[in-house]
T-cell receptor
């Protein structure tokens, strides 16, 4: 049973560029949440997708957008990258409204 | 604003010691509290607590929730070097399944 997978593992981008991160949920899960984790901090909620729609959103600017596909996989897009966007981006999957979320290994984004 | 506070922020112990990690919260419409262990990247799920006073146990780890005093503790007995990790506490609300995390406690277990 495959767990949550994310790609790529690492990414280096320049300020102003755009980036797309990908996530495949655990088998049987239909909900995907994205979190940003800065060094030494706990994860911060970005948004959550369910039935291909954004169901909830955290306090992040519109530069952060996402998408969920019919197979429940998801993408996180960040436009006009800032140095402060450097972080570990975690994807978590769950079933329906369950709080029991299972995390992927994350994508380490470095913006120079 | 919702708040989840963990203490201590870091802890160094010797193998065999027992540790207690704390998590207090101030959230509206509380629904559940979760503990995760983060070793390198992916936080791994440990416990979910929704009812006050009922201890959840898994091997040497146990956790309990106090909804009146708004806190939870995570106990680890007979610690091993493999317990070294960041332990994250998160809270879920009734208005959706997003989680609000604390900063985490960095636990280091020395041989």
């Amino acid at each position: 049973d495959a767990g949550v997978t994310q790609s790529p593992t690492h990414l280096i981008k320049t300020r102003g560029q755009q980036v797309t991160l990908r996530c495949s949920p655990k088998s049987g899960h239909d909900t995907v949440s994205w979190y940003q984790q800065a060094l030494g901090q706990g994860p911060q909620f970005i948004f959550q997708y369910y039935e291909e729609e954004e169901r909830q959103r955290g306090n992040f600017p519109d530069r952060f957008s996402g998408h969920q596909f019919p197979n429940y996989s998801s993408e996180l897009n960040v436009n006009a990258l800032l140095l402060g966007d450097s972080a570990l981006y975690l994807c978590a999957s769950s079933f329906g409204d369950s709080y029991e979320q299972y995390f992927g290994p994350g994508t380490r984004l470095t913006v120079t | 604003e919702d708040k989840v506070v963990q203490s201590p922020l870091s802890l160094v112990v010797h193998e065999g010691d027992t540790v207690t990690l704390n998590c207090s919260y101030e959230v509206t419409n509380f629904r559940s509290l979760l503990w995760y262990k983060q070793e390198k990247k992916a936080p791994t799920f440990l416990f979910m607590l929704t009812s006050s006073g009922i201890e959840k146990k898994s091997g040497r780890l146990s956790s309990i929730l106090d909804k009146k005093e708004l806190f939870s503790i995570l106990n680890i007995t007979a610690t091993q070097t493999g317990d070294s990790a960041v332990y994250l506490c998160a809270v879920g609300k009734t208005s959706g399944s997003r989680l609000t995390f604390g900063e985490g406690t960095q636990l280091t277990v020395n041989p």
